[in-house]
Structures are given as structure tokens and as C-alpha cells.
């Protein structure tokens, strides 16, 4: 990602509806799945840790993430053991539970990502991921953090499957919001932004909500009332649950 991208992410995570809306939705599915807590626990591709908080509920986490900048980040929110993917390999050691939020789209291979993290789970543990969904949707924002694609359901399951894993629950979310976010991408595509925006002003407009910000993450998070009792069939992005193959 820029440089940018980490400070603004830094400054938004704790507040901003989106990380918000998405932690009080991932907190629901780990409560269903974890109800005891107790977990050993490696966020990759942790960013600046902003999910650190809500991971903490279910164990002890270790975040991996090869930027330096994120890894300082993580620090500053007291996130103790924050390793590089080299350091990572070098452990060896096996988690119960493998997270990795909006990072699978910015690899350039995934089924060989996903097999990598596959290693690193207990032969009991599971896998939980997001991506971004839908190419249609593509915009600035996905090449400020250097995304390679944007996921359909089918092509996420294809990839788990080809990488090891069985997909035990997979669903979108952001589903109430999304007629807004893509009518956003409408307009984007037929009137571009001003190509002389720097990445910062692009930044503080994606990010500059206002007084809307707590209405729009109670929308958005009322979502995980409806993920309690079946999947929603489309939005903005998807969510997966998945463990090893048996074999």
C-alpha cells in the first residue's frame, strides 16, 4: 500500500464507520464459532492492527505483516508480537485460528498465499477471511492499495479449494449499504475523478464521513443479525470460513 494509505488507516480504524461496521459483523461469526475463546492466533497481513482489539477477545494473537510502517503502527496499539513473514517461517508454529482481512486480493498468486497460511494451522484449526467483491466495483481506491483483484463468491471458493481448504461458510456483507457504494462507482466511472488529486486528498474524501458516521456503522453492523440465521446474498464485500481438507 502507499504510505498514505497506513496513516489514514491508522487514524480511521478505531472510528470510522467501515472498520466498525466490520469488526461488530466479524465479532458475531467468532462468537458463533468461538464461544470459549482460548485461541493461538496469527492475524496476516495485520496492517496497523486495527482488528487487534476484537482478536484479543478470543486468545493470544501474533500479527504478521512484511511493512515496517505497519509493524510500527501495531506497536503504537500495543499489539506485543508483531513478526515479518520471514521471521513467520522461521517459527514454525501452528495457530488454531488463521485471519486475514482484505489481504488475499493484494497477492499476485492466492492459492499459493492460502496454502501458505493452510500450513499453518493445527489440523483442527480454521481460516477466516474478507476480500472485496465484484470487479465491477474496481476504483482508485483498489490501485492506492494495490489490490490485483476484487473476488466473486465462485472465485474465492475456487481458490480455497484449489489451495487445500473446505469452505465451511462463505457469505457478502456490506449488503445494506452497497446500493450507495455502487451508484458512488457509477458516478466515479462516468465522471472521473480530477487526475491532480494527490493520494492524501483521495484519502480524506474516503474518509471524511461527518455526522453520519455512527448512523452509517449501526446500518452496516446490523448486518450480523441477519449473517446469525443465513448468508446475504450480495455486497460490497465477502467473508469466509474455511478449514483444512480432510483427508
Request: charged fraction near 25%; aromatic fraction near 12%.
Amino acid at each position: 500500500m502507499e504510505h498514505e494509505v497506513y496513516d489514514a488507516f491508522f487514524e480511521a480504524e478505531d472510528n470510522h464507520w467501515w472498520f466498525e461496521g466490520r469488526r461488530r459483523i466479524l465479532n458475531s461469526i467468532l462468537d458463533q464459532v468461538f464461544p470459549t475463546g482460548g485461541l493461538q492466533i496469527a492475524d496476516v497481513g495485520c496492517g496497523t492492527g486495527g482488528m487487534a482489539r476484537l482478536l484479543n477477545q478470543y486468545g493470544t494473537v501474533t500479527g504478521v505483516d512484511e511493512a515496517p510502517e505497519a509493524r510500527e503502527y501495531c506497536a503504537r496499539r500495543g499489539l506485543p508480537i508483531v513478526l515479518t513473514p520471514e521471521e513467520w517461517d522461521q517459527e514454525g508454529k501452528t495457530f488454531d485460528l488463521v485471519t486475514s482481512f482484505d489481504v488475499v486480493e493484494h497477492v499476485e498468486d492466492d492459492v499459493a498465499f492460502l496454502e501458505s497460511l493452510k500450513a499453518r494451522l493445527s489440523p483442527s484449526g480454521w481460516l477466516l477471511v474478507t476480500v472485496p467483491a465484484y470487479q465491477f466495483m474496481w476504483s482508485v481506491f483498489d490501485e492506492m492499495n494495490h489490490h490485483k483483484r476484487r473476488y466473486t463468491r465462485g472465485r474465492l471458493k475456487q481458490s480455497l479449494a484449489k489451495s487445500g481448504f473446505e469452505v465451511e461458510r462463505m457469505s457478502h456483507f456490506n449488503t445494506h449499504l452497497f446500493p450507495g457504494v455502487l451508484i458512488m462507482r457509477m458516478i466515479e466511472k462516468v465522471k472521473p475523478e480530477d487526475p491532480s488529486m494527490t493520494p492524501q486528498q483521495h484519502l480524506e474524501k474516503w474518509f471524511r464521513v461527518g455526522p453520519l458516521n455512527s448512523f452509517f456503522a449501526n446500518v452496516f453492523a446490523s448486518e450480523r443479525h441477519w449473517l446469525r440465521r443465513g448468508d446475504l446474498p450480495f455486497g460490497s464485500s465477502i467473508v469466509a470460513l474455511a478449514r483444512p481438507k480432510r483427508t
